[in-house]
């Protein structure tokens, strides 16, 4: 298994929790430290923590101390890899579609000649 | 936790795994049955048809059966709409950006004329 894959089922598993997307989407508004985005989680700090913990390993977001704060950003990198991937399957996907549709034209331009 | 984030939920899931991603890669280029797509796994049909199951449970493939041959196809919608989360984060943070270049541009303009 390459790099590339085991860092794209790490993002993918990340982005399966709600309250994991929901700090994605309170950062994606800029950065914040990690009480600002916990008050708005109905949980342990100690809980809220350990999902900030798996977006952190996985690459979305980058936290950063200084003094007694701690202030966490989207690394927008890793979010870009995981869009990347899935417009490369729809990609392939549309092309499929594009072929099938150009073969049944020119089936159907032949059959009205014929 | 609505519908919608319950789906994403299951989207994202399915899509954390290689052997998943590789049956949408595959079925990406068009529709295929299970024995087609499981002879590029390396495992036994009924772990590959297990991980069929999740994609097809969360509407990321579609199978039929015809006879006694079972074909799978992606289903797109579900693909889009994890794309399109991850499309209006990424939105919503260059939105950020270019609030800052714009404040930062305004700020640079006022120092020269100072």
Redesign the interface.
């Known amino acids: 298994?390459t790099e590339y894959?085991v860092s794209?089922?790490?993002v993918?598993?990340a982005?399966?929790?709600?309250t994991r997307?929901a700090v994605?989407?309170q950062l994606?508004?800029?950065r914040a430290s990690v009480s600002e985005l916990a008050k708005h989680h109905n949980m342990a700090l100690q809980s809220f923590s350990q999902h900030l913990k798996v977006l952190e390993d996985c690459g979305l977001v980058r936290t950063q101390k200084v003094g007694r704060v701690r202030t966490c950003e989207?690394s927008?990198n890793d979010?870009?890899r995981?869009?990347h991937?899935?417009?490369?399957?729809?990609k392939?996907?549309n092309d499929?579609f594009n072929r099938l549709d150009d073969y049944l034209c020119r089936i159907q331009t032949k059959e009205g000649n014929e």
């Open positions: 298994m894959s794209l089922d790490n993918f598993h982005l399966a929790d709600p997307r994605i989407e994606s508004h800029g989207i927008e979010l870009a995981a869009e991937w899935i417009s490369q399957q729809k392939a996907w499929t």
